[in-house]
């Protein structure tokens, strides 16, 4: 890679990383009861949620990628989190596959430790009881996208074939 196209690469990742840190300590700083999770899917609304792709989708489902998107982040705690989510999005939007992928990955080798461990759930608990609760009080409204549901499998999906199944009926529910 040119130092030019370097340069544009680490340019573009700290605009972004910048614009999402400040989306996230303003929430943050107006929302102090609110846990992690709940930071984190409003930070993902805010950037992704009045794009004309999610206007179709429409606010429940777009409420549903964001929770989902953002729990694995979630159960890092802060700063970990934020900074996960970031680089989930340098990936996602700048198509960057190296930029800090030894940083992700060894942020993420933890929430797969808990995966492993079935203790996902109970941490998630601990580390976002505002979200766990509101997710509690959705379990039985009827939604066509709970959140509750999604919470139990990500604790109970340990075969890799049933996970990766589910992650593809998960990429078609979002890609309609």
């Known amino acids: 890679m040119t130092w030019l196209k370097q340069i544009f690469r680490k340019n573009n990742s700290q605009t972004l990383i910048k614009s999402i840190?400040?989306?996230y300590f303003d929430l943050k700083s107006k929302n102090p009861d609110k846990d992690d999770h709940w930071l984190l899917a409003n930070v993902f609304l805010k950037r992704y949620g009045n794009r004309g792709e999610a206007k179709q989708k429409g606010p429940e489902l777009m409420r549903y990628i964001a929770y989902k998107d953002t729990f694995q982040f979630s159960v890092l705690g802060s700063p970990k989190s934020i900074r996960a989510f970031v680089l989930f999005v340098i990936?996602?939007?700048l198509g960057d596959k190296e930029a800090e992928a030894k940083e992700?990955?060894?942020l993420m080798n933890s929430v797969q430790r808990m995966q492993e461990e079935h203790r996902l759930i109970d941490e998630y608990r601990k580390r976002n009881?505002?979200?766990?609760?509101e997710i509690q009080a959705e379990k039985d409204s009827g939604s066509r996208y709970n959140l509750y549901g999604f919470l139990k499998a990500a604790d109970e999906l340990q075969d890799p074939e049933i996970s990766e199944r589910v992650q593809k009926e998960l990429e078609n529910l979002e890609n309609r």
């Open 21 to 23: 840190e400040d989306i």
């Open 91 to 93: 990936y996602k939007e």
């Open 104 to 106: 992700f990955s060894e």
């Open 129 to 133: 009881p505002f979200t766990w609760n």
